[in-house]
């Protein structure tokens, strides 16, 4: 098993830790105690590795980022031009003590529009755990939104925040049988916070959305942990076909490309969409994972349903990983609708017509 390739499908091949690895391989020299022991020290390995060194990736993933864009872009926000909440959860390699499970609320709606100008509002709040780590964040994002600029509308926006990360009641099993000074104790918990910051820009027609951001700013630290959070930029894009070939379905494309400045990560996704109702696909993520998306808006069942969308996805590993777990399993929910005020009825009385036709005016 490539440990090393395993912690750089997530966290971008930091190499601090692997020293455990060889201290492992020193003391575990049989092969059936390789095996027993490994199960065990996969998840020590990875925390160390996390918590004490990482300056790689560390936002939760999700495969369904067509469908999760304000918590990447806070210029996302009204986009729809709607009052939208998204709920998501992710519970990745199934089977796979420690591996990561997220889950994600995000709301967004546009709070003031006069002509083509637009101020909008979004809330992002998660949480990310692996293994013995606990990540939480919360953000609020304030959106200007310039409508019918060119054929589409631009909008610049930000968020402000903060974030908590620390370990909950580790149990470690140290490769050298005595504990390390640098390592948190077994059963203790450390948590900080530190502030957060992102900017983003994203440009959306009918058909087709363009946007770039840059999230964790400030670059907090968390010196309890000895820990700083790494900036992040995100591009991404999508297109819409309509009615292809004159039918009922459309293709929609998708890319994303995320980076830490140490390594990149790029998602490519195909959906096809029947009807603005129904919509199945794939999504590649480069050197790790092939997804399955299904989806649907409830609205074809009936339109008092229209807006609320479930969806879901299931990620099969193509690294060395897929021999140790089976699979991973990604849901959503969304929900948009709009505010719309009932036109006022105005009666008004006609002396021509006397009584007879009153209510009709």
């Known amino acids: 098993m490539n440990l090393l390739k395993i912690h750089k499908q997530r966290f971008g091949g930091n190499k601090n830790f692997f020293p ?199 670059a907090s630290q968390f010196t309890n942990l000895n820990y700083r959070d790494a900036r992040h930029m995100f591009f991404m894009g999508g297109y819409t076909f309509k009615s292809i070939g004159g039918s009922d379905f459309d293709l929609n494309p998708n890319i994303l490309v995320k980076t830490e400045f140490a390594t990149a990560q790029f998602d490519a996704n195909l959906n096809v969409i029947w009807r603005e109702f129904y919509w199945g696909g794939l999504t590649y993520r480069i050197q790790d994972a092939v997804a399955i998306n299904l989806g649907m808006n409830f609205g074809a069942l009936t339109p008092k349903l229209n807006g609320l969308q479930i969806g879901y996805s299931y990620d099969i590993n193509t690294s060395r990983l897929n021999a140790f777990n089976s699979g991973t399993h990604e849901v959503m929910l969304r929900y948009c609708f709009k505010i719309t005020k009932e036109q006022e009825i105005i009666k008004r009385y006609n002396v021509r017509f006397l009584d007879y036709n009153r209510d009709r005016f």
């Open 20 to 218: 455990y690895i060889y201290i492992l391989n020193s003391v575990c020299r049989d092969l059936s105690s390789l095996k027993l022991y490994m199960k065990k020290l996969i998840l020590s390995v990875f925390t160390v590795g996390i918590v004490f060194s990482v300056s790689a990736q560390q936002d939760p993933q999700f495969t369904q980022f067509f469908n999760n864009k304000l918590i990447m872009n806070p210029a996302y926000a009204g986009a729809k031009d709607a009052i939208c909440a998204t709920m998501l959860g992710r519970f990745q390699w199934v089977g796979f003590q420690g591996a990561p499970t997220s889950a994600l609320l995000s709301i967004d709606l546009p709070v003031w529009t006069k002509g083509n100008n637009q101020i909008a509002a979004g809330l992002t709040t998660y949480l990310d755990y692996i293994g013995f780590q606990r990540n939480y964040a919360l953000r609020v994002a304030g959106t200007y939104r310039r409508k019918n600029l060119g054929p589409g509308h631009l909008a610049v926006g930000f968020d402000i925040g903060f974030s908590n990360k620390g370990i909950e009641n580790p149990t470690w099993i140290y490769p050298s049988g005595m504990p390390d000074p640098n390592i948190p104790p077994s059963g203790s918990s450390i948590n900080n916070f530190g502030f957060d910051l992102g900017v983003g820009v994203y440009y959306h027609t009918e058909i087709w959305y363009a946007g770039i951001s840059a999230t964790h700013l400030t």
